[in-house]
């Protein structure tokens, strides 16, 4: 018995399925079980939820979503050596794993689960952040999750949480903060992996709010900061020259003035010039 389940310890199943990690697929794999259980309790209440897992490995944060009573788990793995241990883990919870083996970039999985719907992941580093920011910009509002309880790397899980006038803040803190509560929950040093990463790592939990922060039209509000960060250096009224005529006018109309640098304006002022400019 390893503790949560009576599988093998994960060593024994990486050994026995030949796991080796390949860094193409950002494999840095969680092993020690009290770890990955105590990261699935940070996603929350999971007991009536649908689980949203991408890139589960041999399994380790998947045991512990299950154990912890997840009502089911969508396992989404690129890496098609993980399967037969996943099948593994099936066998022990029967009807509650459901595995994809794909690219997560390629699959829409809110078709396949009910609401309420969490996100719990030790994310591939290499399509972690193109992943959150498509969460966090669907169409409709709220999503189809209300959580998101993702490992990163640390500067990653840093920039999203950061706030104005920190050299974190940017495109993805104003994106994560409009339409989220958003806080690092869990620091891990490398050794907490195998095989160790070269930089720190964080769980990062994402709660949804019911509705965006401040008034903004989603696409306006994306074009703007995108335009705002792609040059941070610049002054804003520089930095947005392209976006209107009278730019300056619509800086300061805003709350913004137009010396301003895009690292020291707030979500509330993006969202008053996404309006004005939208
Ligand atoms: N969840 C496991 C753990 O915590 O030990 C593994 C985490 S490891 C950081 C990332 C996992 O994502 C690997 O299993 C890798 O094969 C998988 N992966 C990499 N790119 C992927 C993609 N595009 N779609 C789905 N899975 C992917």
Request: glycine share 8%; charged share 25%.
């Amino acid at each position: 018995m390893s503790g949560i389940d009576a599988l093998p310890p994960l060593r024994e199943v990486i050994a026995s399925h030949g796991l080796s990690a390949r860094k193409s697929l950002g494999q840095n794999f969680l092993l020690d079980l009290n770890l990955t259980a105590k990261i699935a309790r940070m996603a929350g209440d999971i007991g009536n939820s649908d689980v949203l897992e991408i890139g589960p490995g041999p399994g380790g944060l998947t045991r512990g979503l299950l154990a912890e009573g997840a009502r089911r788990v969508l396992a989404v793995e690129k890496d098609a050596r993980c399967l037969p241990a996943l099948e593994e883990i099936a066998a022990v919870y029967p009807g509650r794993l459901e595995i994809i083996h794909g690219d997560a970039l390629d699959i829409d999985p809110a078709a396949r689960l009910s609401p309420p719907i969490k996100i719990a992941a030790n994310l591939p580093y290499n399509v972690g952040t193109e992943l959150l920011v498509r969460w966090l910009t669907p169409e409709d509002w709220p999503p189809f999750w209300d959580s998101l309880t993702l490992m990163f790397q640390r500067e990653v899980a840093e920039r999203i949480v950061a706030r104005p006038g920190s050299k974190a803040y940017g495109r993805l803190a104003v994106l994560a903060q409009w339409r989220s509560s958003a806080q690092i929950v869990l620091n891990l040093p490398p050794g907490a992996f195998t095989p160790p990463p070269k930089v720190s790592s964080a769980v990062v939990h994402l709660k949804s709010l019911d509705a965006p922060r401040f008034a903004a039209e989603p696409k306006a509000l994306e074009r703007v900061v995108a335009r705002a960060f792609n040059q941070r250096r610049k002054m804003m009224r520089a930095a947005l020259k392209g976006l209107a005529p009278d730019i300056e006018d619509r800086l300061i109309a805003s709350g913004i003035k137009p010396t301003d640098r895009a690292e020291t304006v707030g979500l509330e002022q993006f969202c008053a010039l996404a309006r004005n400019l939208g």
